[in-house]
Nanobody
Framework: QVQLVESGGGTVQTGGFPRPSCAASGRTFSIYAMGWVRRAPGKERECVAQINSRGSSTVYADSVKGRFTISRDNAKNLLYLQMNSLKPEDTAVYYC??????????????????WGQGTQVTVSS
């Protein structure tokens, strides 16, 4: 398994552009599809972005498409989420996750092998 640790959250103003990152330990990072899953108070868990193991394919939720960009550096075992044009409704705890399957939201999340501890992103209006 791979161990995941997020960082880079915090409180930002509407329209801000933070870039949370996720550091992975272990030698297996590059074999996993990776994703960012968020949970806001009172809302369902939402997988906002996925990237395949090689970094050649990405999938985004409609709620963030065009505003968020997921990327990875397999040489450094790092995953990123560039967040632009933030809105108050983006406020949530953001978790990185490793899964052997990418694509459909349910297939990805139901097969997650490792979760990070989460990083809080709060968007102030």
């Amino acid at each position: 398994q791979v161990q995941l640790v997020e960082s880079g959250g915090g409180t930002v103003q509407t329209g801000g552009f933070p870039r949370p990152s996720c550091a992975a330990s272990g030698r297996t990072f590059s074999i996993y599809a990776m994703g960012w899953v968020r949970r806001a108070p009172g809302k369902e868990r939402e997988c906002v972005a996925q990237i395949n193991s090689r970094g050649s394919s990405t999938v985004y939720a409609d709620s963030v498409k065009g505003r968020f960009t997921i990327s990875r550096d397999n040489a450094k075992n790092l995953l990123y989420l560039q967040m632009n044009s933030l809105k108050p409704e983006d406020t949530a705890v953001y978790y990185c996750a490793a899964s052997p399957i990418s694509g459909a939201y349910r297939a990805f999340t139901e097969n997650v092998r490792s979760w990070g501890q989460g990083t809080q992103v709060t968007v102030s209006s």
